[in-house]
C-alpha cells in the first residue's frame, strides 16, 4: 500500500502507466523513473526520494516517505516531517537538499531505457531537454538572478503561495505596525510605469518555460495598492499586457482603501483585481491604537464592504495572540463582532495568523516597556478557537474559507 508521495507515483520493478496529468515516463533499467507532466519533470528513484524540477530545470521538492524539502523560487528551502504527533515545519539552509539532489541527478543517464511511454521516441524527445537543464541546475546562481530581480519576497497569503509575484511597488508605504517585521528598513518605493515593465519582463524572462505554471498573480509588496487610481490603471494595463486575464491579487491595508470608492474598486476589478487580502487583524480600536495601525473597525468594514460591492472577493486577516493577556477578552469580542458585521460570504476567506514576536523587534520592546505579557501556544489556540466559535455567517452569502496563514512557513 503505497504511504508517501514516492510511492503512490513509483512501484519498483515496474513502470507506474497511468499517472494522471503526466505527458510521458520513462522507466530506467535499475534506476529511476521519470514522469513529465505540463508542471514539472519528478525523477522518482528506487531508494524512495523523489526529485521534482519545474519546467526550467529547477529545483523544486526532494521528497521522501515522511519528510520532504521544498525549495522556493527565492531558493529559500521549507523542511516538512510527518510525526507521530503531526507535521514539523521549519525553514533550513539548502546545502543539504542541493547536494543530495545535485548527486542523485547526474546519476541519471537516458541510455538503458526499460519502457517508456507514450512511446521511447516521443517520450525521449520530451523529457531529455527538461532532464538537462535540471542536471545543468545551479541553485547559488539562480538564487543571484532572484535577488536581482526581486530583493525579497517576504510574505504571500497561503492560498497564492504559487502565484507570480510582480511587485509593482517596495517595502510597505507605512512600515510603523509593532508587530510587522516583515518590511523594516526597505524604502518604500512605487516602481515608474518603465521601470515596472523592465520588472515584468524580467519576470518572464526568469521563469522561463516554467511561467505557464502560474495561474494567478500577486501584486506586491505590502500594500501596493497604495497608489493613486490612474497609476494603478497604468500598471493593471502593463500586467494585462503580458499575462492577458489572469486573475490578480494583493495585499492593502485599510486605512488607505476605505477612501477608495466602489467605482474606483470596479474600474480596477474590470482590469483584473479579482482579491484583496486586508491586514484587519482585531476589531478592538484600543488595541489598534496600541498596535500603532492606524486603522480602526469601521475603515475596515468600509474598505471590505465597497471591496464586496465592486465584485472583488477578500481574505481577511486576524491577528491571533495580539495584545497578550492584557487585551485577550477585548480582542476576542470585538473581532467576532467586526467579522460578524462584515459581508463575507462563500469565496472569501478569513484568515488567522498567530503572533510572531521577534527578539528585538519594537512589539517586543513595547511588551516589555507596557507590562504586557504574551499568550501562550496553547492559549493563542484557544483565543483562536473562540473567535471562531464566534462567528455567524449570512446563509445567503454562504460561509468563508477559515485557514490558518503561519508567517514562518513561507517560501516563495
Ligand atoms: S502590517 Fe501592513 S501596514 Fe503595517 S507595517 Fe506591516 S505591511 Fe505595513
Not at 224 to 248: K, S
Not at 317 to 330: D, M, R
Not at 355 to 382: D, H, K, T, W
Request: aromatic share 10%; net charge positive; charged share 25%.
Amino acid at each position: 500500500m503505497p504511504t508517501g508521495s514516492t510511492q503512490l507515483y513509483y512501484q519498483r520493478d515496474r513502470l507506474v502507466s497511468d499517472v494522471p496529468g503526466y505527458s510521458a515516463g520513462v522507466q530506467i533499467k535499475g534506476g529511476p523513473y521519470l514522469a513529465l507532466s505540463a508542471t514539472e519533470l519528478a525523477v522518482y528513484f528506487p531508494e524512495d526520494v523523489a526529485l521534482h524540477y519545474d519546467l526550467e530545470g529547477r529545483l523544486t521538492k526532494i521528497a521522501e516517505l515522511n519528510q520532504y524539502y521544498r525549495r522556493g523560487l527565492s531558493g529559500r528551502v521549507l523542511w516538512t516531517r510527518k510525526t507521530a504527533t503531526g507535521i514539523e515545519r521549519k525553514i533550513v539552509p539548502p546545502d543539504k537538499m542541493i547536494h543530495r539532489a545535485r548527486r542523485l541527478i547526474a546519476s541519471v543517464k537516458l541510455d538503458k531505457i526499460e519502457t517508456a511511454k507514450p512511446d521511447r521516441e516521443t517520450a525521449l524527445g520530451r523529457i531529455a531537454g527538461v532532464l538537462e537543464k535540471a542536471q545543468a541546475f545551479n541553485h547559488e546562481r539562480d538564487a543571484l538572478r532572484f535577488r536581482e530581480i526581486y530583493r525579497d519576497v517576504a510574505i504571500l497569503p497561503p492560498d497564492v503561495y504559487t502565484a507570480l509575484v510582480l511587485q509593482a511597488t517596495q517595502g510597505c508605504s507605512y512600515d510603523k505596525c509593532l508587530f510587522c517585521e516583515l518590511y523594516r528598513n526597505v524604502r518604500f518605493q512605487a516602481r515608474k510605469p518603465e521601470e515596472f515593465r523592465a520588472h515584468v519582463a524580467a519576470v518572464r524572462q526568469f521563469m522561463g518555460a516554467a511561467l505557464p505554471t502560474r495561474r494567478t498573480l500577486f501584486l506586491g509588496e505590502a500594500n501596493a495598492l497604495v497608489q493613486r487610481q490612474a497609476d494603478l490603471v497604468e500598471v493593471f494595463h502593463i500586467v494585462r499586457e503580458n499575462f492577458g486575464n489572469l486573475p490578480v491579487t494583493s495585499f492593502l491595508d485599510a486605512f488607505t482603501g476605505w477612501r477608495r470608492t466602489v467605482e474606483q474598486w470596479r474600474e480596477l476589478r474590470q482590469c483584473g483585481l479579482r482579491r484583496v487580502y486586508i491586514g484587519m487583524e482585531t476589531g478592538d480600536a484600543k488595541l489598534l491604537e496600541w498596535l500603532q495601525k492606524p486603522s480602526t473597525p469601521a475603515s475596515v468594514a468600509r474598505t471590505v464592504e465597497n471591496l464586496k460591492e465592486a465584485g472583488i472577493a477578500v481574505g481577511v486577516i486576524v491577528l491571533i495572540g495580539a495584545g497578550g493577556q492584557q487585551f485577550a477578552l477585548s480582542h476576542v469580542r470585538e473581532t467576532v463582532a467586526l467579522l460578524n458585521r462584515l459581508p463575507v460570504g462563500k469565496g472569501d476567506y478569513i484568515y488567522f495568523s498567530p503572533l510572531v514576536i521577534y527578539p528585538n523587534g519594537r512589539y517586543c520592546q513595547a511588551m516589555y516597556c507596557n507590562g504586557v505579557n504574551s499568550l501562550s501556544p496553547p492559549q493563542m489556540r484557544e483565543q483562536e478557537r473562540s473567535i471562531r466559535e464566534g462567528l455567524r455567517f449570512d446563509a445567503r452569502r454562504g460561509r468563508p474559507y477559515l485557514a490558518r496563514y503561519e508567517l514562518e512557513q513561507f517560501v516563495y
